[in-house]
C-alpha cells in the first residue's frame, strides 16, 4: 500500500461490461510485470464482510455514496484497464485495508 504517498489510490476500471470503483494495492514492482492487483469497492449498503475496510470519507474517494473497501476480493488487472484517478483513501483506511491484505497472505 506505498503507493503514492503510502494512501491508497482510488480508481475507475473496467471490468466486464461495467465500470466500476477499485482500490489499487499493488506497488510498481507488480506493475514491471505488466500487471497490477485491486480490491474491489462496493457500496456500504451491501452485506458486510467481516475484512471489509469503511470508507469514512467517500467524497474525498471520489465515490458517490457511503462505500467499503472489500479487501477479500482483488483481481489482477492490466494497468492500462484503470481509466482514471478518482480520489484516495485516508492514511488510517490505507493502513487497515494494507494489514488485512497481508493478513489474507500469510504475513499480518
Not at 492487483?37 to 474525498?60: C, G, L, Q
Request: some cysteine; aromatic content about 4%; charged content about 30%.
Amino acid at each position: 500500500m506505498r503507493r503514492g504517498g503510502g494512501r491508497g489510490i482510488l480508481g475507475r476500471m473496467d471490468l466486464a461490461e461495467k465500470r466500476r470503483p477499485a482500490l489499487v494495492i499493488s506497488n510498481r514492482k507488480l506493475a514491471a510485470h505488466g500487471v497490477i492487483w485491486v480490491a474491489m469497492i462496493t457500496s456500504a449498503e451491501n452485506e458486510a464482510w467481516p475484512s471489509d475496510v469503511a470508507i469514512a470519507d467517500f467524497k474525498r474517494a471520489g465515490l458517490p455514496a457511503p462505500s467499503v473497501v472489500r479487501v477479500a476480493k482483488i483481481a489482477c488487472i492490466e494497468p492500462a484497464r484503470i481509466d482514471r484517478r478518482i480520489g484516495r483513501l485516508g492514511k488510517a483506511e490505507a493502513k487497515v485495508a494494507g494489514q488485512r491484505v497481508r493478513g489474507f497472505l500469510g504475513e499480518g
